[in-house]
């Protein structure tokens, strides 16, 4: 599912051809209680009843969801993300961790697979910022240096898109929408347009859609990203969702601790000794 209208969407078929699809019946009922019966990259059985339209019959099981909770309710944005991409720059912006440590919690919670793109690297020495980066890469995070300016890593970067469904943040000036053009022109500026709307503040009326790859697979634009960005998680859950901390979690004294002032705290002991990267903490 490309994008969603309503109960109308835009369905691109394996053979590549587009429809135009009405949601069959049983799924219109159910769309009535629940608002994210259908959403951009979502995989659906449909029935092609001419050239250019149809009706879908089923929608797939999710994985990858990224989601926004309002008045206590979830409202999916976005289905079946391959991956987060979370662009941050070498300089201009300078690379910020701590940011770079809250799109990675964002990303453990809602279950997509984080790449971490360094863009702009031609304006530092690489070198410099190996020790930093290595502490992602033993978390098992790809991370992945890039310039959208030389080119660098760009063929690489696209190739690990290639047949992905994939969904970008990162803040304003890193050069995302660079980095898009550089990987299929104009694909950037698609992207870009949406999220300057938003800038001055016509919030959210626009829904996802995605974009097709031609090498196969889509990028999210994602208007609601912001908020997701915001997600709320709260003190007691950052710990767990911190592959490095996690496994000292349960040997605290006590079972809410919060890793900070508390007696018997086996994550601060952990980074006294150097298991834990301090930072990190
Ligand atoms: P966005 O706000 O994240 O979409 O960032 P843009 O793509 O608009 O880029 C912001 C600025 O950074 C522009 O002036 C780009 O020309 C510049 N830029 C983007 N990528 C690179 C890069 O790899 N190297 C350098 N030196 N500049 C870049
Ligand atoms: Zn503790």
Not at 128 to 156: C, D, F, H, K
Request: net charge neutral; glycine share 8%; aromatic share 4%.
């Amino acid at each position: 599912v490309v994008s969603v209208h309503g109960l109308k969407s835009r369905v691109l078929a394996d053979d590549g051809n587009t429809y135009e699809c009405a949601v069959r019946q049983v799924l219109k009922s159910l769309s009535i209680e629940q608002r994210s019966i259908l959403v951009a990259g979502d995989h659906v059985l449909f029935r092609a009843a001419s050239l250019v339209d149809g009706v879908i019959e089923e929608v797939h099981p999710r994985h990858g969801v990224i989601s926004r909770t309002s008045r206590g309710q979830q409202h999916v944005l976005v289905a079946n993300v391959d991956y987060l991409l979370v662009i941050t720059s070498a300089a201009e912006p300078g690379l910020k961790p701590a940011l770079i440590d809250r799109f990675l919690l964002t990303a453990q919670q809602c279950n997509l697979k984080p790449v971490v793109v360094v863009n702009k690297i031609d304006l530092v020495d690489p070198a410099q910022l190996q020790p930093m980066l290595g502490v992602y890469a033993s978390l098992g995070v790809r991370v992945l240096m890039t310039s959208a300016e030389t080119g660098i890593n760009i063929p690489y970067l696209r190739c690990l898109l290639e047949g992905k469904q994939t969904a970008v943040t990162g803040q304003s000036g890193v050069g995302k929408s660079s980095l898009l053009n550089a990987i299929q022109p104009g694909l950037g500026l698609a992207v870009a347009t949406v999220s300057a709307d938003n800038d001055k503040g016509r919030h959210t009326t626009t829904a996802a859609k995605l974009i097709p790859l031609q090498g196969g697979g889509a990028v999210f634009d994602t208007p609601g990203i912001r908020q997701f960005q915001l997600w709320d998680i709260s003190a007691g859950e950052v710990a767990g969702l911190m592959p490095d901390l996690r496994p000292y979690v349960n040997a605290c004294r006590y079972p809410d601790c919060l890793h900070l002032t508390e007696d018997g705290c086996a994550v601060k002991d952990a980074v006294a000794d150097g298991r834990i990267d301090a930072r990190r903490y």
